[in-house]
């Protein structure tokens, strides 16, 4: 396996890095790839069942994802935040291809064909500042590092939107994701918890919703 064993001493250039990452996004999505549609099938209705071990609050605004390629399928958790009540939004790339926001999206709401392979929300739609982000990824490590697929949509979002008050970040992915150690970079984004079959990995200790939660903006 290309990922760092933990305690190993990372690469320190960024060309370095990039290579390694690029090497451990490779094997993972290769390991994810080669999951059988049953068991994937199956993972999506398990999520379920770790729903309230996350402690997503009341009346928080939540960011989803439409899954693309081999991505575990978070829209069986988007429908049960949907029917507690809980503003969803889904992300969408910007006209300069930096920056992404999220867009506010119900369940059965309308949908376009985006760059990346996005389903997004008609520019119809406002723009949300989610309280609790569900997070792709095509690899993670247990102190909350993940691995996106490297045009850091996410890490630049998670800087921007934090500037306002903390955020609880969740990725989500199969378990064959895991890795010892991702190499990471001064931008990188670390998540609060990873959301697998096999349950939530309280990556780092979760930040305090009890000020962020509230009225869709």
Known sequence: MTALPVGAAEP??????????????AE??????TLPPEYRAAVTERLLDFLDALGIPAGARVSGFWPICSEIDPRGLMRALAA???ALGLPVILPDRTTMIFRRWSIGGALEAAGFGLSVPPASEPEIRPDVMLVPLAAFDRRGFRIGYGRGYYDRAIERI?????????GLAFAAQE???????????????VLTENGPIACTPA??????????R
């Not at 934090?162 to 969740?170: A, C, W, Y």
């Not at 890795?179 to 918890?193: K, M, T």
């Open 162 to 170: 934090e500037r306002d008050g903390p955020v609880l970040k969740i």
């Open 84 to 86: 507690r009540g809980h």
């Open 28 to 33: 993972a999505l290769g390991r994810r790839d």
């Open 207 to 216: 930040v305090s919703m009890q000020n962020v939660a509230g009225e869709a």
């Open 179 to 193: 890795v010892p150690a991702v190499p990471i970079e001064a931008h990188d984004q670390a998540l609060d918890f």
């Open 12 to 25: 320190s250039d960024p060309a370095s890095i990039k290579l390694v990452k690029a090497a451990v996004r």
